[in-house]
């Protein structure tokens, strides 16, 4: 029981850091081709799920503006 409650805790660890990495990397890299996000945009970045950081990495290889990369319309 003990084992399998620090087997999940590992592994939740390891994605929340894994999603934290990820974020920080797009809010560079949105950054170094847009600018200077506004702090709601980085709190976006930072709540987003694993999915949606993927989904607005690849994005950014091709938006021309900021609400391409997140898909607003």
Known sequence: ?????????TQQWLEEGRQQGEARL?????????GPLTAADQARIQ?????????????LLTA??????????
């Open 47 to 59: 709540q987003a799920d694993a999915e949606e950081l993927l989904a607005w990495g690849e994005r």
């Open 1 to 9: 029981m003990l084992r399998e409650t620090v087997q999940e805790w």
């Open 26 to 34: 797009l809010k560079r890299m949105v950054e170094q081709k847009f």
């Open 64 to 73: 021309r503006t900021l609400p391409e990369v997140f898909g607003d319309p």
